[in-house]
């Protein structure tokens, strides 16, 4: 709650969003669901990270079982340079850049490369299209790191963040661990990790340390970054919240400047394509492919509205008509606190009722479901 009133009272972020209300009664009055989306879908971004380390350490395993998508398998790369590929694959907001195996001899020319194509994507001014960190796979079984690894790694960490990954662990020792978190000063961590479980004649060790990764990843990773790690990862359940939190603590301060701006036709209609796009968003993070007509159906079956009939108008009513006492505000102009309540409590809602459906474990979760289980959601918030 203290948050919410934290971000009314900063007069300097009202004014910022204010500056943008225009555009937002635009899109309101038209209310372009498409648009909406495929904005909420662009303020996603992107994250990309390369992998580098000696041929067999398991970085396509790691990729793979870290990201949906089997991208290092499936995906074709893309060269970039002559050492590395790009992997990527449609909808989804994680880019990798497989460096070929480190092997000795080439260990420079990797270096070389890298570091003149980060130069080259910093001087583009697009965050989006920057190498956000490097993941440095050694293995923990071999339990070998040459010196030519550890240059590398504490000088490419003089332009990127790198995480030194220790994968295949298979035991619990930490005397290798130790040794490579001395020598890699400039990693930002070291990390054991086993991928995908392994077999041995006396039992199965089961796969770890890949949250611990992702938690740290999503911790280092620039802000414009985080909201793709979550929505491309599939092994941490707590980033996915925070990404969420972040989402609706966005929108909630937007919706309060909307409240705060006294223009003609305040009214819950210009809340419409700020609390549309939170949902799109949350979806993207979520792992829920939304599509126009999946979004569409979720909004309109949870506001009781007929898909034919849909504006900014209805939809909104209809979703605050559902909070209980939020009713009356409905019509009349809007106050910050008020514009940023609903939504939150909207978006607590939406993230809710995710949760439900996919704690029901239904594969394939359908529109009109979640449509309920939002509305039902909705009647719970406290407002
Ligand atoms: N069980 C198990 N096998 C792994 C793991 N990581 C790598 N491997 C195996 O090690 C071999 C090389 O892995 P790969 O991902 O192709 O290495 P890359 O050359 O670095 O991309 C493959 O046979 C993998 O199945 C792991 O975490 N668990
Ligand atoms: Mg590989």
């Known amino acids: 709650m203290s948050k919410i009133f934290d971000i009314i009272k900063a007069p300097k972020v009202i004014k910022e969003q204010a500056e943008n209300i225009g555009e937002v009664a635009e899109d309101a009055k038209s209310f372009n669901i ?50 590395m590929k790009e992997y990527s694959k449609e909808g989804e907001p994680v880019h ?16 070389e490369e890298l570091k003149s194509e980060i130069e080259k994507r910093k001087k583009l001014g697009d965050m989006k299209k920057q190498i956000h960190l490097a993941w440095f796979c050694i293995s923990n079984d071999g339990k070998r790191v040459e010196k030519a690894e550890i240059e590398f790694i504490n000088d490419l960490a003089k332009e990127i963040p790198v995480v030194v990954v220790l994968t295949k662990t298979l035991d619990t020792s930490l005397e290798f661990y130790n040794i490579v978190k001395d020598e890699c000063r400039e990693a ?53 919240k925070k990404a969420v939190d972040k989402i609706i603590a966005v929108a909630a301060s937007s919706a309060a400047a909307i409240g705060a701006t006294p223009i003609p036709f305040s009214d819950a209609v210009l809340l419409a394509p700020v609390q549309i796009g939170m949902i799109a968003s949350i979806c ?59 939504t939150t409590g909207m978006g607590y809602a939406f993230y809710n009722a995710v ?17 309920e289980a939002f509305k039902e959601e909705l009647k719970k918030v406290k407002f």
């Not at 990798?96 to 270096?111: P, Q, V």
């Open 188 to 240: 930002t961590n070291v990390i054991r990790v086993l991928a995908q479980p392994y077999e041995t004649p006396i039992g199965t060790i089961p796969a770890m340390g890949l949250e611990e990764l992702i938690d740290h990843t999503y911790e280092i990773v620039p802000d414009i970054a985080k909201a793709a790690l979550a929505a491309s990862q599939k092994v941490n359940e707590s980033i996915t």
């Open 355 to 371: 949760r439900t459906a996919q704690g029901k474990s239904i594969e394939d979760i359908t529109a009109k479901d979640l449509g």
């Open 284 to 342: 993207k993070v979520m792992k829920v492919d939304a599509d126009r007509a999946f979004l569409t159906t979720i909004i309109t079956s949870a506001a009781g509205v007929l898909g034919a009939t849909i504006t900014g108008r209805t939809v909104v009513r209809g979703l605050i008509k559902c909070i209980p006492g939020a009713g009356t505000v409905i019509g009349g102009s809007i106050s910050a606190v008020t514009a940023s309540l609903l």
């Open 34 to 83: 498409k648009k909406i989306i495929d904005e909420a879908l662009e303020k996603i971004g992107q994250v990309n990270i390369i992998i580098a380390g000696k041929t067999g350490v398991g970085k396509s395993t790691l990729v793979n079982a870290v990201f949906k998508g089997n991208l290092a398998e499936t995906g074709v790369g893309k060269p970039v340079t002559q050492t």
């Open 96 to 111: 990798i850049f497989d460096t070929k195996g480190f092997e000795l001899g080439n260990a420079l020319t990797i270096r």
